[in-house]
């Protein structure tokens, strides 16, 4: 595929080296050469399969308009924009392409939200449950996407919403743990990231899924199919 990779940040920087690792054509636009999406013109995307964003959650919003408006797949791992969710799904349904966004693409952290859901049991037996998430002092966001999707994923499997705590602290690349405690005992579950390329390398596999589909899509609901 050709790919046009948004964002050269750390994430986004690995994401380029899983591209070429995994034979696509990638090239990488800086935020910087792009403010508000006006580098995304007609002709600069004419030949791109697929756009991929790892920006900010200030870029993200006119980088989506500007990829469907040019009818062109997508793939966003940028997150602290989802309010904005039923405006793009409803502009993606119109532009007949394929979307994918997940508050996650690291395999892992899409399990959690798995076990979570199993774990949170507990809050029905005089369990109090808490979510702690640690990233480095450079994310935008607090809390983080991930951290939301695991309180929503607890939420819909036990209609408990538990506290949100965050914590933004040197170079963690980040964790997120889910704390059920009793009298009697206390429950960890807890996701750590090594690096960022299990999330760069999600968020390719999800690319090369898309391919040949049309809609929106959570990468939440379609990992276990990714090859």
Known sequence: MDILLLGDGKTGSIAAEIAGERGHTVEVLRSADNPNASALTPEKLRKVDVVIDF???????????????????MVVGTTGWYEELPKIRKMVEQSGTGFLFGAN??????LLYEIAKTASTAL????????F???????????????IALQQAIKQSSE???EIISF??????GMHELVLDSPNDTIYVCHDAKSRRGFAEGALRGAEWLADKKGFFDFKDVWRQLG
């Open 55 to 73: 920006t900010t959650p200030h870029a993200v919003l006119p980088n989506i308009e500007a990829s469907l408006a040019a009818k062109k797949n």
């Open 105 to 110: 693409f690291s395999v892992g952290v899409n």
């Open 124 to 131: 029905g037996h005089r369990y109090f449950g808490q979510i």
């Open 133 to 147: 998430e640690r990233h480095h002092i450079h994310k935008k966001d607090a809390p983080s996407g991930t951290a």
């Open 160 to 162: 408990a919403e538990i």
């Open 168 to 173: 933004r602290e040197g170079e963690v690349v």
